[in-house]
């Protein structure tokens, strides 16, 4: 599943390649990827067809361009990437990739950009649809765009911001952390607390922050916090400088490349592994493996050791 960078990645591409263009026509290749739209394929070309494209914007890893139908009402395209989706632009004489769903052909532009924004997903997780867009509850920017707009799609109104939002509050996240009482990787995880954290970047951060997955979130102070918030934002702005990580092959960005953040991780994935600040410091410390909510979590044995009193 694309993290927040990956997320972040896309939403530049889409923004410099889609916004300003207008819907030329809309064709759909399997409707399967409509799935979550509610008036099913035929609706969604009707109403999509000659509209305009505001903004593109992201919540966590929530992706949505803005736009103005020929209706003169305004919605929200998500484009939920799922675990192998891609936003892809091709000009109209590149062949059609094995797994393309969706198709939308942009108007042309002065500079000549290529005329088709292409929805490809092999795994079929993933889809599109249009959304009513709602006021933000905190009147805020929905998410990071270039407009700012204080609108949300109604499907991502639940979601919290993310740590790299202009608008992320640290200090209300301390709190709600300490209400929460739960072990703090999985506080990471809920979308509803803190958005756009999803298995490997939680591990990286805690890894960064010296912190242990099961430290109970009642118990943070609020120099961890900080800490804490500080180190997720600094391995995610590091992942953007480098396009994102890639560990799936399917995953890529607006123009089909890959990231390469995954060479520069610390902890996931590096099992047996020496712990590159252990080692740095002349400790013994490796990287373990342990099971965590049905999936892989890894820590340093050595510099984030288990509480005595731990939450899972």
Request: aromatic share 6%; proline share 6%.
């Amino acid at each position: 599943m694309p993290e927040l960078p990956e997320a972040e990645v896309v939403r530049r591409g889409l923004e410099r390649w889609t916004v300003g263009r207008r819907v030329e026509t809309v064709e759909v290749l399997d409707p399967r990827s409509l799935r979550r739209h509610i008036g099913g394929p035929g609706d969604f070309v009707q109403r999509l067809q000659g509209a305009s494209i505001l903004d593109a914007v992201r919540r966590g890893k929530f992706l949505w361009l803005p736009v103005a139908l020929a209706s003169g009402d305004e919605l929200a395209l998500m484009m939920h990437l799922g675990m192998s989706g891609q936003a892809l632009i091709q000009g109209d004489d590149q062949p059609d990739e094995r797994h393309l769903k969706v198709r939308l052909g942009l108007s042309e532009t002065p500079d000549g950009l290529p005329g088709q924004l292409r929805f490809v997903d092999q795994r079929i997780f993933g889809g599109m649809f249009l959304d009513p867009l709602e006021p933000t509850a905190d009147g805020h920017p929905g998410g990071r765009g270039a407009l700012g707009l204080p609108l949300i799609p109604e499907h991502a109104a639940h979601i919290a911001r993310d740590p790299l939002d202009p608008d992320f509050d640290p200090s209300a996240f301390h709190a709600a952390l300490r209400r929460r009482k739960t072990g703090i990787k999985r506080a990471l995880l809920d979308q509803g607390l803190i958005s756009g954290i999803g298995n490997i970047y939680a591990d990286e951060a805690l890894w960064s922050a010296q912190l242990h997955y099961a430290r109970p979130t009642e118990t943070m102070t609020r120099p961890e916090t900080q800490r804490l918030v500080e180190a997720v934002q600094d391995v995610m702005a590091r992942a953007l400088e480098a396009g994102g990580t890639s560990f799936d092959s399917l995953y890529v960005n607006i123009n089909g490349e890959s990231g390469y953040f995954s060479r520069s991780l610390n902890a996931y994935g590096r099992a047996g592994e020496a712990c590159p600040r252990c080692e740095a410091e002349g400790r013994d410390g490796v990287i373990v493996r342990e099971q965590f909510m049905n999936r892989s979590s890894y820590r340093c044995a050595v510099c984030q050791r288990r509480p005595r009193r731990a939450r899972y």
